[in-house]
């Protein structure tokens, strides 16, 4: 017999180094002990204006806008798909990952056309692409893509690509669940209309929370919609009227999750965006000098391209993916994620976002990653690894 009733739950300190949720800092925890107040409570409603303003700096967007759906990242995907779109209306999904085959399928289920347009798995999209699908598509209303690739750490450049979707009068929805906080975002010069992200990624609270930010003319085209969203929870102009001053009750906040929030846009703001942007930035940098000392192959090619919040590497000829990340989580307490789709057994993938973003955790990761690979007898150059990853940090 199972005896719940009178065990306390007690999970272990993992060091979270995969593709999220990341490491929570103990301020967020314990806001979320705090107690819950009524989602009426007027000392409540100056909590959400806290969040938004946080929320507007941290999306670098002067939208005023910006508000968390209740619900994980798929939620404000979900969100930015079915107010943007209604069936009949055309829309361009650019797939090159996981998360891109996500949006397309939640376009179709919306009833609307769905082009989509691919470029392999661990590059970026060449400009050109997008134009010549935006000329053979003149109708489109939407174009919509994600700006750091969770499956293949890659992060699209996105100036241009901005500029070709306003030049065909076409709505921009861009997925910022892996860069928020973690790689500078810039929103309204790359005219980004439905822009979304999450909380367990770069912001280091828990699932649970999708914050989302709308400019005025994706608030206009909701306005001018035909037809009413098909998704009651997720409809933006009834969420609205509760955001904004008028309070109007639509459903209960997760409150808990709400003073997470806060405090984890407290804590980046309190770091401010360049210092965190260049941490990730140098902490990404040793931790793929170091992988390719241990004998590793990046699976990004172009270092430009690369997400400095998720780092992506090939799992070598002859080594069991399974068997060495059971060992890292078994014998080290270290998770990292395994590839998805097509790239399942094939990658690793390692998350250095936000909080989990610190040498400590890297080095750690180098440090266990030549030992369990030796075990398998993948000849590592371990000590060389932490050494070569250590002079990155010291700007050696
Ligand atoms: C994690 C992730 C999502 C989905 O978020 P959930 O919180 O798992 O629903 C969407 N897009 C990207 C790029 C992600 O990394």
Redesign the pocket.
């Known amino acids: 017999m199972v005896e719940w009733a009178n065990s306390t739950l007690n999970p272990p300190e993992r060091i979270l180094m995969g ?2 949720p990341s490491l929570i800092p103990p301020r967020v925890y314990r806001a979320m002990s705090a107690p819950v107040l009524g989602y009426m409570d007027p000392l409540f409603h100056g909590i959400m204006d806290d969040v938004k303003s946080l929320l507007r700096r941290a999306f670098n967007t002067s939208n005023d806008m910006c508000f968390p759906i209740s ?7 979900e969100t930015a798909v079915c107010n943007s779109l209604e069936p009949g209306d055309h829309a361009i999904v650019l797939i090159n990952g996981f ?1 891109g085959d ?1 949006i397309a399928e939640m376009a179709r289920r919306v009833g609307a056309e769905v082009t989509t347009v691919e470029a392999p798995w661990g590059t970026a999209f060449d400009p050109s692409v997008v134009k010549n699908a935006l000329n053979n598509h003149r109708q489109t209303k939407v174009v919509a893509m ?1 700006h ?4 293949t750490g890659v992060v699209q450049p996105m100036d241009e690509i901005g500029k070709m979707v306003k030049e065909h009068d076409a709505l921009l929805i861009l ?1 910022t ?2 860069s928020l906080t973690g790689y500078p975002l810039d929103l309204d010069g790359w005219g980004v209309d439905f822009c979304y992200s ?1 909380t ?2 770069c912001l280091n609270a828990p ?1 649970g929370l ?1 914050p989302i930010s709308i400019s005025p003319r994706g608030i206009d085209a909701i306005s001018q919609r035909r037809s009413p969203v098909v998704n009651w929870y997720l409809d933006v102009s009834l969420i609205m009227n509760y955001w904004d001053q008028g309070r109007a009750y639509h459903h209960t906040p997760p409150i808990s999750m709400i003073y997470a929030l806060r405090e984890a846009l407290a804590i980046a703001e309190e770091e401010g965006l360049p210092s965190r942007f260049e941490r990730h930035a140098r902490n990404a940098s040793a931790l793929q000098a170091g992988l390719e000392a241990l004998g590793l192959e990046l699976f990004v090619k172009d270092p430009a391209h690369r997400l400095p919040s998720l780092t992506t590497a090939l799992v070598p000829e002859g080594v069991n993916d399974a068997q060495l990340r059971s060992a890292l989580l078994n014998e080290y307490n270290i998770e990292i994620g395994g590839g998805q789709g097509p790239m399942a057994g094939k990658l690793w993938r390692v998350g250095l976002m936000g909080y989990s973003s610190h040498p400590r955790n890297l080095l750690a990761l180098l440090a266990a990653l030549h030992d369990l690979l030796n075990r398998q007898g993948f000849r590592a150059d371990g000590p060389g690894a932490v050494a070569v990853a250590t002079r990155v940090l010291t700007g050696g």
């Open positions: 593709p999220g619900g994980t990242g798929s939620a404000g995907m998360y996500r994600v750091g690739e969770t499956s997925d669940v892996t999450g367990q990624k699932p999708s």
